[in-house]
Structure formats: C-alpha cells, structure tokens
C-alpha cells in the first residue's frame, strides 16, 4: 500500500497550498511585501520606498570584491574580558568573528585589504579585537603595497572593556597615518549607523570617504545631542546627505553602484 502523507503540513488554516518559507519578505520601513529573491537580487534595498536593509560584513564582501577572491586572516583573534565585567564571556562566545571580518581580495581586478563590521554583533562595538583586526589590516595594506577599504558600522567603543577599548581609537589612527604616509589609498565607506569612537577614529580617516544613501553619521546620536544643547536640530542631521552638504563627507553612493564607484577609486589610487 502507497504511504499515507501528512496534508495537514502542505496545507494552511484555510486549506489552502502553503507557501515555501522564506519566500517573501517584508520592508522594515514600509512594510511592502517583497520575493525575497528579488530583494537579494536589489542588494537588500526595497524597492518602493528604498529603504536601506543593515547588511552582515559577509554579505558586504560578497557584493563588493571579484567572485571567490577573498581571503580571511586574524581569525583566531580572541576577546579577553579585561575588567570581569558581568555576562562578557557569554556574549564574546556567541560570535566567531567578533565586531569585524578582514581578509585581502580583488575588486575589479585590483588587489586590496578589506574591512567590513558587523553591527549585530554588540552593536559592532570596538574593542581590543576590532582595533587590533583594523590596524593589522592598514599593515597588510602597507606591506602588500595596495589600498585598504573598511565598511563601518558600529555603534562606537565598546564598555565592557573600559580604557583598553578608548586605546583603540588612537591605536588604529597612527596605523592609518603610516599607511597615508606611504601614498597607500583608503577609502572608507560610511553604513548606517556609524557613531560614537569608530565615527572619530579610522572611520571618518578615510582619502575617501563614501555614504551610503541615509546612513547615520556622527560621535553622538541626534537625541543626545538635543538633550545636551536644548535645541532642535536640522532635518537629517547626521544623516549622509546633510554630512554631504557639509563636506563630511565626499560622495553618497547607491548600494547597486558601490562596486563600480570602488573600482574607480581603486584605478586611481593604483596610478600614483
């Protein structure tokens, strides 16, 4: 006798064929139901509203360097709970990679070190291992004699480990100037959000420095800053049009043409 099969999983409340999972998705902003096909295809930006989705840093490397040419290093780099600060340990267990990934690729052709943080984790908080991952990037950038990019994201130092965490902002600044000294281009590409000690460190250090559309940008939120002056600020302050405006930053790039606007950069830092 043919087995029986369980029509209760195939069909839905009202009787009806169930849906793949996973096959949509919803904008966090407008809600639109999107083919989750099509919204990777899009780079995860929706296409009715153009909100920006916060992407992982493998997803960012994935886009942005030539297929299959990216090497991770600095993987066994661990966090160490300096000051014992309560239920650290547990945290730092939960990620591989900590608050960053780095590696060396190719992107259109150009040899380059790569940066990319990871907001969900800690915020993509800097601690000892995000300065140390970042400053052995800029050396790899020296010593390999190409250009360093890092995508930043972060929600600024990390607390849980106090003074050491603080080091990291000037630990990472003099490993950029070294690498500037030597002619070697960085560019620096601003995600939403980018704040606190990474925004007034290596983030904002850039030769270049690119914005994604509506990203976050600043040392302090716009509610704290408010709270602090008692005044009410511009609309889009911090954001990267009004940084832009500014001179804070050089040039706002769509996701879909960030590649492409890398590769120049790249082209031109490669004929000095």
């Known amino acids: 006798m043919p087995k029986k099969t369980n029509k209760s999983k195939e069909l839905n409340e009202q009787g009806k064929k169930a849906l793949p999972a996973g096959l949509w998705v919803k904008c966090e902003k407008c809600e639109h139901i999107l083919l989750k096909k099509e919204y990777d295809e899009n780079l995860c930006v929706c296409p009715k509203c153009g909100h920006y989705e916060r992407l992982k840093p493998y997803q960012r490397i994935e886009f942005l360097v030539d297929k299959k040419s990216f090497k ?3 993987t066994k780099i661990k966090s160490v709970n300096f000051i014992d600060f309560p239920l650290y340990d547990e945290k730092l267990s939960l990620s591989v990679h900590d608050s960053v990934i780095t590696g060396e690729a190719k992107i259109g052709g150009y040899q380059a070190i790569i940066a990319a943080m990871d907001f969900s984790f800690m915020g993509g908080s800097m601690g000892s291992v995000v300065g140390e991952k970042v400053t052995r990037a800029a050396e790899a950038a020296l010593k390999n004699d190409c250009s360093l990019i890092i995508v930043c994201a972060s929600g600024g130092a990390r607390m849980q480990e106090g003074i050491v965490s603080l080091m990291q902002m000037a630990k990472t600044s003099a490993a950029l100037a070294r690498l500037a000294d030597n002619g070697n281009g960085y560019i620096s ?26 990203a976050l940008v600043g040392f302090a939120g716009p509610r704290v800053i408010e709270q602090t002056i008692r005044q009410q ?40």
């Open 189 to 214: 590409i601003l995600t939403d959000p980018t704040t606190g000690g990474v925004a007034a460190s290596f983030a904002m250090l850039g030769d270049v420095n690119i914005s994604e559309t509506g």
């Open 233 to 272: 600020l511009p609309d889009n302050f911090q954001r990267s049009q009004f940084l832009e405006k500014h001179g804070a930053v050089d040039i706002i790039v769509e996701r879909k043409n960030l590649k492409s606007t890398v590769i120049k950069f790249l082209k031109f830092f490669n004929k000095q």
């Open 72 to 74: 991770e290093f600095d």
